[in-house]
């Protein structure tokens, strides 16, 4: 396998670390600010676990895309649709609504950085 994979695979596995632990401080402590820089992360979880895909599927790295709807073109070329629906998901809850708008519900958000886990898992042991 690949380093860039490897690379990308670990960023993930260390963002998701970072956000599970600071949305459990976030919700102890009732505190937003902490909550929405956890859904940030649990994001950029997601968002290096994409690449990783996509380079284990052989897009190289200057092509990787950039927005989400290059993004979403690729993971209906590489995805299952279990991933696409974390994929889509994860962007609604966490990056939309919890990040950015701060709509912030502790237990729906610990759900789906379950969810966010089970991406990586997928992509990182080959279930596309």
Request: hydrophobic share 35%; proline share 1%; glycine share 8%.
């Amino acid at each position: 396998m690949g380093e860039m994979f490897k690379d990308y695979i670990k960023k993930a596995e260390t963002f998701y670390k970072e956000a599970v632990k600071e949305l459990k401080e976030a919700k102890s402590k009732k505190n937003e600010v902490k909550a929405r820089d956890a859904c940030g992360k649990a994001w950029l979880a997601i968002d290096n676990a994409s690449k990783a895909l996509f380079v284990k599927s052989g897009i190289k790295e200057k092509e990787l895309p950039k927005n989400y709807r290059g993004v979403n073109y690729l993971l209906g070329k590489f995805a299952t649709r279990e991933l696409r629906r974390i994929y889509d998901a994860s962007y609604g809850k966490i990056h939309i609504a919890g990040y950015y708008n701060g709509d912030i519900d502790y237990n729906l958000l610990e759900e789906r950085f379950e969810d966010v886990k089970e991406y990586i898992s997928g992509i990182k042991n080959g279930i596309k």
